[in-house]
């Protein structure tokens, strides 16, 4: 089990990476964004995107479920988060991409109210298979503290 203090500032993550597919963007968007140039090429096509592209929401549940898979495999004491800063989609991701999930920690800090756990702050990039970043943010995690003895 990884517990809050195994975390260190600099530490670096490379959670994996998700196929984005055709069918998953047009069912995201049919659901929860339903914006033309999220579910019709011909649409898209009319746009900066120049061809159908995933919304920005589905770019971060992609991202929360690389991240989830990875906390759950290396067992984590992790216990959910309070929120993220600084989000920004920064380049398009389109059906056939690969995303790839990154971060550094950048701040640990033990609870002052609760001793039983902390707090870190990681930037997470999120790049495509061509190396280019195309979604960062500051997640702030909440973790349980090693028990004693």
Known sequence: MIYFEDLEVGQET???SYEVTREEVIDFARKYDPQPFHLSDQAAAKTHFGRLAASGWHTCAMTMAV???HVVDTEQAGLGSPG???LRWLKPVYPGDTIHVRSTIVEVRPSRSKPEIGSFR???TVSNQDG???LTFTSIVLMR???AG
Do not use: C, L, N, Q
């Open 14 to 16: 490379y959670f994996g």
């Open 67 to 69: 991240i989830a898979r």
């Open 84 to 86: 993220i800063d600084e």
């Open 122 to 124: 990681s930037a997470t």
């Open 132 to 134: 280019m970043a195309v």
């Open 145 to 147: 503290r090693r028990p």
